[in-house]
């Protein structure tokens, strides 16, 4: 046999084993001007990602063009029709993961993850913060507080409540954002007109009715959290301005100044909050009056605080609430890293935003005298010239914002105030009709 003959063969290569293929995202509801996105892709570049959306959310999404497919359907559409939707792309790809970053669809997402068997918030968790009423309910049932609240059908229920629950209340839609529809109550005569206001036309999750609820004095704060295998860790405490007509927050200040004793009870209380309406991951901002009998909940939500808060609990704690929330939804724990950013050593530092609301009923055309060569950064402006201000109450009703930075939360607050006091603006305003004698 030749030597040839007598050499073994070579024994081929192993066949090269597949990388497993990236997870597959369907989102919901993406939040403003925040590319989620391409946040998800730079933790999973092979991630495909989906989206079921409201028609007029579709300009926003498709400028990142990042998505395989995009399905937009109107806010009113049924759960059944959207969670059908969702089982046509879990049949083209299996869905691995659900998100819904910013508050509208929640109640989408959470349905389409119980059909499917894909983890997001329960259900039960969303109907319980998106329903006011029910959340009351909930928090009464748990013992964790006893805010007196009922639902309103008509003028006649708010003049009843009054009746009952004494002056002033809150009136506000039952489901609702970005304080459209609330209106602080002193008199009857003004029931009837908060009725009014509160069915209005506003943005909003769902149209659930109208809520009346017990009016708790004292200062407003709210309560920057993470929560993870309902675990919960408090990120920041913001100190909140409101205007008393219409609850419309004016300004912001975090950490906000605090004893260790009032600190401790609102953690505590919101806390409790957390765990009775079943809130097992995410961010949440919550919201609460520290009254003389202790902290009282005004209203909770499963995402970061809007008006900037988010940005100013990043730039006092170091910790990107943004960041945290899409490393969670790929799957990734970060409980322990958040922690270890709230405990290590930093130099004191508070952050303040402050905003203006003129009342004026006309078009907006900007800032007066404004040099396009010379910007402040501490200062955005809001409104597009040519929008159009109508009275109508709300957070997006806001001109500009001003932003402060500055060792103490007093100091932090007056370098806001007095940049943003400092702003002109010009206004075309258009005198009503008269009559004519």
Not at 140 to 160: C, K, N, P, S, Y
């Amino acid at each position: 046999m030749s030597d040839l003959a007598s050499t073994p063969a070579p024994a081929s290569a192993p066949a090269p084993v597949p990388a497993p293929p990236g997870d597959h995202y369907l989102i919901f509801a993406v939040g403003p001007s925040l590319d989620f996105a391409g946040k998800l892709l730079a933790l999973d570049e092979d991630a495909e990602l989906s989206v079921i959306c409201r028609p007029e959310h579709l300009a926003r999404i498709t400028e990142h063009g990042q998505y395989r497919r995009i399905l937009a359907i109107r806010q009113n559409a049924p759960l059944d029709e959207v969670v059908a939707l969702a089982r046509t792309v879990h049949a083209i790809r299996p869905v691995t993961r659900i998100t819904a970053f910013w508050e509208q669809d929640q109640d989408r997402a959470a349905a389409v993850g119980a059909a499917l068997g894909v983890a997001t918030h329960s259900p039960e968790t969303v109907r319980l913060v998106q329903d006011k009423h029910e959340m009351r309910e909930r928090l009464r049932e748990a013992g964790v507080e006893d805010t007196r609240a009922g639902r309103a059908f008509g003028e006649a229920d708010l003049l009843a409540f009054g009746e009952s629950a004494g002056y002033p209340f809150i009136v506000k839609p039952t489901a609702g954002t970005a304080s459209f529809g609330v209106t602080l109550v002193h008199t009857p005569q003004e029931a009837l007109a908060a009725y009014r206001t509160a069915t209005g036309d506003f943005p909003g999750i769902a149209r659930l009715g109208v809520l009346a609820e017990q009016y708790h004095t004292g200062p407003q704060y709210s309560v920057e959290a993470f929560s993870e295998a309902a675990e919960h860790v408090v990120v920041a405490i913001t100190r909140k301005y409101s205007d008393p007509r219409d609850m419309v927050e004016l300004g912001h200040v975090l950490p906000a100044p605090l004893d260790p004793a009032a600190r401790e009870a609102i953690e505590a209380h919101v806390t409790r909050v957390l765990d009775a309406l079943g809130v097992e991951f995410g961010p949440t901002h919550t919201e609460v009056v520290l009254t003389d009998e202790g902290p009282r909940i005004i209203e909770t939500h499963l995402r970061v605080g809007g008006d900037e808060i988010f940005n100013l609990a990043k730039d006092a704690t170091g910790v990107d609430m943004i960041d945290f929330q899409a490393r969670q939804a790929s799957g990734l724990k970060v409980l322990a890293d958040i922690r270890a950013i709230l405990e290590s050593a930093r130099e004191p530092r508070c952050e303040a935003v402050w905003y203006t609301a003129p009342e004026v009923t006309g078009t907006f055309m900007g800032l007066a005298e404004a040099d396009p060569g010379r910007t402040d950064p501490a200062v955005t402006v809001l409104l597009a010239e040519g929008s159009e201000l109508t009275g109508l109450a709300g957070s997006f009703t806001r001109i500009a914002r001003a932003r402060g930075t500055a060792p103490t939360a007093e100091e932090a607050l007056e370098a806001a105030r007095s940049t943003v006091g400092a702003l002109s603006f010009v206004f075309h305003v258009s005198p009503p009709p008269r009559d004519l004698v």
